[in-house]
């Protein structure tokens, strides 16, 4: 059984740094695409940023670019999303899935999700 957990949450002042892990376990192919995805209340889920092994390529959400950076560690088990200069509007669940083929910021073709982590950016 495919598992995905989130850690790392809370919150911080805006301006300030996070950093969000996901852990894979169950997962027995060889290749995948990690992806971070969140929501905001009232809002639908959005792509923020995707790895696939080996970490070539990656994406990022344009409004992340340049403040949030994706990472595995070597054996692919976990996947990390390093956030810097949070502003408010970050505020939202951050959800943490797994897809076997392909790789994006589309949640459509996701195979696999965590619970989420909640993350709060105060002004």
């Known amino acids: 059984q495919v598992q995905l957990v989130e850690s790392g949450g809370g919150s911080v002042q805006a301006g300030g740094s996070l950093r969000l892990s996901c852990q894979i376990s169950?997962?027995?192919?060889?290749?995948?695409?990690m992806a971070w995805f969140r929501q905001a209340p009232g809002k639908e889920r959005e792509g923020v940023a995707a790895v696939y092994t080996g970490s070539r390529p990656t994406y990022y959400a344009d409004f992340v670019k340049g403040r949030f950076s994706i990472s595995q560690v070597n054996d692919y088990t976990t996947v990390f999303l390093e956030m810097s200069d949070l502003k408010p509007e970050d505020t939202a669940i951050y959800y943490c899935?797994?897809?076997?083929?392909?790789?994006?910021?589309?949640?459509?073709?996701?195979?696999?999700w965590g619970r989420g982590t909640l993350v709060i950016i105060s002004s």
């Open positions: 899935a797994a897809r076997k083929v392909g790789c994006g910021l589309t949640d459509y073709g996701m195979d696999y």
């Open positions: 169950g997962y027995t192919h060889t290749s995948k695409c």
